[in-house]
């Protein structure tokens, strides 16, 4: 790895980083982070491009300082210099730009997103389902009462303009879980939709959490993977592609995540735009971490928001939302070596379209689980020895 400390970069061309022209910062005047030391850490396999890197640090300045404004502004926080904000970027190079701002430091981290190609006959549409895996992410036709490559509930919301999904998760605590070896806990959202190409291809995002008891804290970690198929993909995917941040998150947030049986805010953009960004699929985290910064070297609970923004993935078009807890099979090589057992817990409340309230389906999964909906909630009991 390359390390190196700088105490302020200066700001370069946005068009390099797939990011549209450049709008002044309206919190130049109190930006903290131009204050604070900067580490910058570097995937040894990839050349990085100075340019990018300035482009992306002025962008995640402004991204922390937008998020602190608006907590100022709606009395979230008294003092936001005591919490952590993850801003993470993806460029049209497949390169993930990690930025985290905390009270005493800034942090980035440049590294290759993690693709893989899918078999030809894990073809994405709107009719097969998904979930996410512990080694890979298959796609299989859903029969009712079964999800494919582990067990789990899953709740739909029906829409076909939606541009955000909005809910509150309250996590499973640790007495509400029973996650045998190898097998890998999830609470997520997501969406399937599609994209404009010369023809038109699938997308499927899940967008959630992951628990983990690595390094002796147990916590809900960001989980994300995405699916791309079909042909002509303007940003230089395979044809039949899948990025996996599971991967790239072992690297850069692995110790830090949500504190077990809290409450975690999350925001699903399908197609998100601003000044300086367009058409990037976001998700946005809010809840209390179980420490201060990342390698949790401070162990206090922070309150702590985490960004990703994937740039010009050009959603255009979705056919449902989607909200699940799931335990996923431990498979090797494609193989099942342990298939999945055990016990999870998931609510969520307060689910929105566009800020709209909405109520989810009554048709629902259920594979070992229970999924109960009521008004614009639903919770999510899985459980291989009760169902």
Request: some cysteine; overall charge negative; proline content about 4%.
């Amino acid at each position: 790895m390359k390390f190196r400390k700088i105490f302020l970069m200066c700001l370069s061309v946005y068009a390099a980083l797939g990011i549209s022209s450049v709008s002044p910062s309206v919190f130049a005047e109190e930006n903290e982070t131009a204050e604070k030391p900067l580490t910058i850490e570097t995937s040894p396999n990839i050349e990085i491009d100075q340019a990018k890197v300035d482009a992306f640090i002025s962008r995640a300045r402004d991204v922390i300082q937008t998020e602190k404004h608006e907590q100022m502004k709606s009395r979230t926080l008294a003092n936001t210099s005591d919490e952590i904000i993850n801003y993470n970027f993806v460029d049209d190079d497949n390169i993930s730009y990690f930025y985290e701002s905390n009270k005493d430091e800034d942090y980035l981290f440049v590294t290759e997103v993690p693709i893989e190609d899918i078999s030809p006959d894990q073809d994405i549409n709107p009719n097969k389902d998904s979930i996410l895996g512990n080694e890979q992410h298959e796609f299989a036709p859903t029969a009712v009462g079964n999800l494919p490559d582990g067990i789990g509930g899953k709740a739909t919301v029906v829409s076909s303009t939606g541009g955000v999904l909005s809910t509150l998760i309250t996590t499973a605590t640790e007495s509400q879980m029973n996650v045998p070896a190898n097998i890998t806990a999830y609470i997520y959202a997501g969406f399937t939709g599609g994209k404009s190409t010369s023809s038109t291809s699938a997308v499927e995002a899940d967008l959630g959490l992951q628990y983990s008891t690595a390094y002796g804290r147990a916590k809900w970690k960001p989980a994300y993977l995405f699916y791309f198929n079909g042909h002509n993909d303007p940003i230089n995917y395979p044809a039949d592609s899948k990025m996996d941040f599971n991967q790239l998150y072992n690297q850069v947030q692995y110790q830090n995540g949500f504190v077990p049986g809290t409450n975690v805010t999350q925001w699903v953009y399908r197609n998100y735009s601003d000044a300086n960004v367009t058409n990037a699929v976001r998700l946005k985290q809010s809840g209390t971490a179980i420490c201060a910064d990342m390698n949790c070297s401070k162990p206090t609970p922070t309150q702590m928001i985490s960004i990703l923004e994937i740039a010009k993935r050009n959603v255009t078009s979705i056919n449902s939302f989607k909200l699940l807890a799931t335990l996923c099979d431990y498979k090797v090589n494609g193989s099942l070596v342990t298939p999945a057992s055990g016990a999870i817990y998931a609510k969520f409340s307060s689910i929105k379209v566009d800020d709209v309230a909405v109520n989810p389906s009554t048709t629902t999964v259920e594979d070992r689980a229970k999924v109960t909906i009521s008004g614009n909630s639903a919770t999510i009991d899985v459980n291989s020895s009760k169902y």
